[in-house]
């Protein structure tokens, strides 16, 4: 292994987001498939945009299918391509280079997975640039200018 310079990188810990309402922007998108389904699926990774107390912090493992018409989750994917800004009627092709970047309002829970606490989207809607962002910052102090 090479050497690195950390400067003045302090160490941290790993520390969950309370539950609550956030707007996250999409860092990343991993293409997989359903283990029971097989079905297409992409797997989102966010980081923090507000809050600004908690802005770039991350949010990892939204799980979200490609489900094909008429099946059950087919209106859930449908939504989740019109929250992002992408086209969600008629004929369509996915195109998952183009989701980096997005945000979506949404409220982050907390799961447990073999025995292990993560984040996760619970639920998500469209984000409103200019919308109601002063329930998003926790105190005026936090305001950045």
């Known amino acids: 292994m090479s050497e690195m310079d950390y400067g003045d990188e302090?160490?941290?810990?790993?520390?969950?987001?309370?539950?609550?309402?956030?707007?996250?922007?999409?860092r990343e998108v991993a293409m997989k498939t359903t283990k029971e389904t097989k079905?297409?699926?992409?797997?989102?990774?966010y980081d923090v945009f507000?809050?600004?107390?908690?802005?770039?912090?991350?949010?990892?493992?939204?799980?979200?299918?490609?489900?094909?018409?008429?099946?059950?989750?087919?209106?859930?994917?449908?939504?989740?391509?019109?929250?992002?800004?992408q086209p969600c009627e008629g004929r369509i092709s996915p195109n998952m280079q183009n989701w980096a970047g997005q945000k979506i309002a949404a409220h982050v829970g907390i799961r447990e997975y073999e025995g292990k606490k993560y984040n996760e989207v619970k639920t998500f809607d469209r984000?409103?640039?200019?919308?109601?962002?002063?329930?998003?910052?926790?105190?005026?102090?936090?305001i950045p200018f």
């Open 127 to 142: 984000y409103v640039s200019g919308g109601d962002t002063e329930a998003m910052i926790e105190s005026p102090e936090e």
């Open 10 to 26: 302090k160490p941290s810990k790993y520390e969950l987001l309370p539950e609550g309402d956030y707007v996250l922007k999409i």
């Open 50 to 85: 507000t809050p600004i107390k908690y802005k770039g912090r991350q949010v990892n493992f939204h799980n979200v299918v490609f489900s094909p018409p008429g099946a059950p989750g087919a209106g859930r994917f449908l939504y989740w391509l019109q929250c992002i800004n």
């Open 39 to 45: 079905l297409d699926m992409a797997v989102v990774s």
